[in-house]
């Protein structure tokens, strides 16, 4: 596809359940995001990558978040023990990080509801 | 981290210029100042990014004075599609993760 695709595009899941959300991005990306946004809020940082290694996950919550991109291209980020706190959209973004390139495509995002 | 600052919301009428003035004091001499759109129920949309003085693509235009403290977007003739958050990021090399504020709702009225 021409985007970045996310699945599932809803998800409701049960308090204490595990779940997992998938994110292909753009072919040739390097770089790949998650965000959550929660309604009337801008997106909140999770984790970047660049390739196949987490550059920078200071914005998971907690332990019970983590997110693997292990061939460099879909990602996966699983939530263990969910909370119903952790509902919310997930988005997911793609860039070429060139020098000078610093757009981001976001996908339709996910949308986690735990009951 | 340049944190930007911006007014929480907008309401203009269509046909009407409208523009979005965003402030980030302590921006970074590599960071590029970016803005994304994003409507309801979709993820946010690249419009345009700058550096220094003005940038204008077919959707808006940027202009970046030369302290670089602050920066507004400019949308020409807008029109009720154009209702939605906008948001100003300062990004760079370094400074790669995209930290979204809450942005500006900006309304139009017909």
């Known amino acids: 596809g021409a985007g970045v695709s996310q699945t599932p595009s809803n998800k409701v899941t049960e308090k204490g359940k595990y779940v997992e959300l998938r994110c292909d991005p753009i072919?040739?990306?390097?770089?790949l995001y998650w965000y959550r946004q929660s309604l009337g809020q801008g997106p909140e940082f999770l984790i970047y990558f660049q390739g196949t290694g987490a550059a920078d996950d200071s914005g998971l919550p907690n332990d019970r978040f983590f997110a693997v991109r292990p061939e460099g291209s879909v990602s996966t980020l699983k939530i263990q023990r969910t909370e119903r706190g952790d509902s919310a959209v997930y988005l997911c973004?793609?860039?070429?990080?060139?020098?000078?390139?610093?757009?981001?495509?976001f996908g339709q995002g996910t949308r986690l509801t735990v009951v | 981290l340049a944190k930007t600052t911006q007014p929480i919301s907008m309401d203009s009428y269509e046909g009407q210029e409208v523009n979005i003035t965003c402030s980030h004091n302590n921006i970074a001499t590599n960071d590029y100042i970016t803005w994304y759109q994003q409507f309801p129920s979709q993820g946010p949309r690249f419009i345009i990014q700058?550096?220094?003085t003005k940038v204008t693509n077919e959707v808006a235009s940027l202009f970046i004075p030369a302290d670089r403290k602050s920066s507004t977007l400019s949308l020409p003739r807008v029109s009720l599609s154009d209702t939605a958050v906008y948001y100003c990021?300062?990004?760079?090399?370094?400074?790669?993760?995209?930290?979204f504020g809450t942005g500006t709702r900006l309304t139009i009225i017909p």
């Open positions: 072919s040739g990306h390097t770089a």
């Open positions: 700058g550096y220094k």
């Open positions: 990021l300062a990004v760079g090399v370094g400074n790669e993760k995209l930290t």
């Open positions: 973004a793609s860039s070429l990080r060139e020098a000078m390139n610093t757009e981001a495509f």
